[in-house]
């Protein structure tokens, strides 16, 4: 049987570890794909692959997939998102001297009082943070966050662009003070001694939507038997990813030049919620640092893309306007999801929308096949968000 052949963009990330194993250990042969991945180093030119035909689907920042719909930056193209790569996985690091200076203890820190000291810093001088694009979960955490504890992005902290493999280089350099970056590379700057983890991005949403597998909207539709088969490899990759037996060999397949290029001891920290928070500590343990497969993680809520949509509409200085909020939900596709798990065994979620950060405890969840548990999903400053409220949200925030 010959094999129908997808090409997959991505960035060395620890997060773009289904696709890779996918690729890898056989999963998408087993429905009859063969995936050429295509490794960059920005994910403006990941994009761009993308809208360019040079891949079919994307390992992408979540944000970027609507930015692109709704053309920010950009004319617009329609874009279909049919399956969550994870959830989290990211980290705050401060340069070791502002480390020091915001006296960051041996474990991570509380965000609130995380935030009270670099306020205090901040008032001092102006200082400035790394992030991955204008348009990704990074920068909406990281200002989500400053804004909650009294401290102004754009005012108080410049936030400007740094690509996730260079992070470490830029608080080397003293180009910035701190990064919001996916894994290895927080963990590369705390080992090469040039920074500090500070925060985890679970806990400022514990189940912020992260990377998610894009693709343009008309291939989605003219290839809908490839793009099944993409899901069900990349839903049998997660299941293998998560087991704790498989973790050792999984870190040393993404540890390869050909993939993240990076060392393995650092990859298997992040898979294994570990993270070492400073040159030569010992890691601490910080449960769900990265989520890859519980809860249907794997599932694309629109409710998840209207979050997305409320931040960029914040911080992009614009409006709220209900036809953008509208393609933004629609970029993510439960529909393509579902089609292509139904009869699989996977867990499907009933509803396509939920409230977010509203669970403080698993709870049991409606479902159309298997048994649904969502966990904890707050956030660190209590707040929820209804997505059919998105301008009673916008006037609740700082």
Known sequence: MSLE???????PLVDAALPILAHELGFAEAEGLTLDLVRDVTWATVRDRLLYGHTDAAHLVAPLAIATALGRDRPPTAMAVPFVLGLNGNAITFSTALGEAC??????????????????????????????HRYSSHNYMLRYWLAAVGIRPDTDVEIVVTSPPFAADALASGEVDGICVGEPWNSIAVDRGVGRIALATAQIWRRGVEKVLAMRADIAAERPDATQRLIRALHAAAAHFVRPDTVEASAKILAQPAYLDAPADAILRAITDRIRLVQGGEPVHYPDFMFQHREAANFPWRSQAAWLYAQM???????????DAAIAAATFRPDLYRAALAGSGAVLPGASSKLEGALGEPIGAGSTQGRLVLGNDRFF???????????GYLATLP
């Open 103 to 132: 006296g960051l203890g041996e474990a991570l820190g509380d965000p609130h009082a995380v935030g009270a000291a670099l306020r205090e810093v901040a008032r001092s001088r102006r200082l400035r943070f790394g992030v991955v």
């Open 5 to 11: 052949r997808l090409r997959i963009g991505f960035l």
């Open 381 to 391: 400053d209590g707040r929820a968000f209804d997505p059919d409220d998105i301008p």
């Open 313 to 323: 509409t914040r911080w992009d200085g614009r409006g709220y306007d209900a036809g």
